[in-house]
């Protein structure tokens, strides 16, 4: 799809932590914080957010994931709205994910005359326990910066990576453990032996069953979400496994893959308590997975 300029406008994806935003576009990466400060010049994103953010603490927002309940978000004694500033803050990570807007295919960026190339499709990588009204939020946000928006969550995209990095054999149960900043949560994902990638009107699995508008999709990998539990120590592997367990019907998983969310990976001998087989993966494992399942678009 090309703009007004004449230049072809592909695709970006976009993985939202609680305190990190990692975005892909056209081979280039980017981690930003998930965060936003009110300066005197106006508002700053991500990672110049946090730098500056010693000038006016009260001004600042560390997690803008945390505030999506709300409707306004309050920096200094300025209310925003807070879908416009996680737009703020989409926009902030698709530009500095760019190289050159000038490109084809290139996300973000600044072009010749002042205006932002933005892709022509977002895929969001949403918490796949969030609800209704923060997947809104962050869909509302990412629908006024592309033509299409689709949405997969993190435990499908963590899988998919999982899958095409060998790390797990196709088809079967996999128990997805996804780390958070104060407790963990689990998911078992039951697969047909044969997988690949659909879209088109679909539901993040798991997920509430209110959609935002049409033009809004959901993809992910073939298979369903047996169930999820959250509050469980990872520490704690033994009750980790049998909580694993339970959702699957009091038989352990094949495999189990454990997924940084909270900015920071798991210790990896994690992998090796009890004897247990945790695989544990870095924190860009989701948005590769995204990428990928992307592609088959």
């Not at 190339?117 to 910066?145: F, K």
């Amino acid at each position: 799809m090309a703009d007004s300029g004449g230049r072809e406008r592909g695709t970006a994806v976009v993985d939202i932590g609680p305190i990190t935003v990692r975005a892909w576009a056209d081979g280039g990466v980017t981690r930003q914080r998930a965060a936003v400060l009110r300066t005197r010049e106006g508002l700053a994103y991500g990672d110049e957010a946090a730098r500056r953010s010693g000038t006016d603490l009260g001004a600042y927002e560390s997690a803008l994931p945390s505030a999506l309940d709300e409707e306004y978000t309050a920096l200094g004694d300025a209310l925003f709205r807070t879908v416009e500033l996680f737009r703020g803050l989409l926009l902030h990570v698709l530009s500095a994910v760019s190289v050159d807007a000038d490109v084809p295919g290139r996300a973000g960026g600044a072009a010749r005359d002042g205006r932002r190339c933005v892709p022509a499709r977002i895929v969001l990588v949403l918490p796949a326990q969030w609800g209704t009204i923060r997947r809104g939020v962050v869909e509302r946000a990412a629908a006024a910066l592309a033509d299409d928006v689709l949405t997969v969550g993190s435990t499908w995209a963590a899988v998919a990576a999982a899958e095409a990095e060998g790390q797990i054999r196709p088809g079967g149960t996999v128990g997805v453990v996804e780390q958070w900043p104060d407790c963990t949560v689990s998911s078992v994902v039951d697969r047909p032996p044969q997988r690949g990638p659909v879209a088109g009107g679909r539901r993040i699995p798991g997920g509430d069953q209110d959609r935002p508008p049409e033009h809004r999709r959901a993809v992910h990998g073939a298979g369903v979400v047996l169930g999820r539990a959250g509050a469980t120590e990872l520490h704690d592997v033994a009750g980790l496994l049998r909580g694993l367990a339970g959702l699957n019907g009091g038989v352990a998983p094949d495999a189990v893959i454990a997924v940084p969310r909270a900015g920071w990976e798991f210790d990896r001998a994690v992998g090796a308590a009890s004897g247990a087989r945790i695989l544990c993966t870095d924190g860009d494992a989701p948005l590769r997975g995204a990428v990928l399942l992307a592609r088959g678009l």
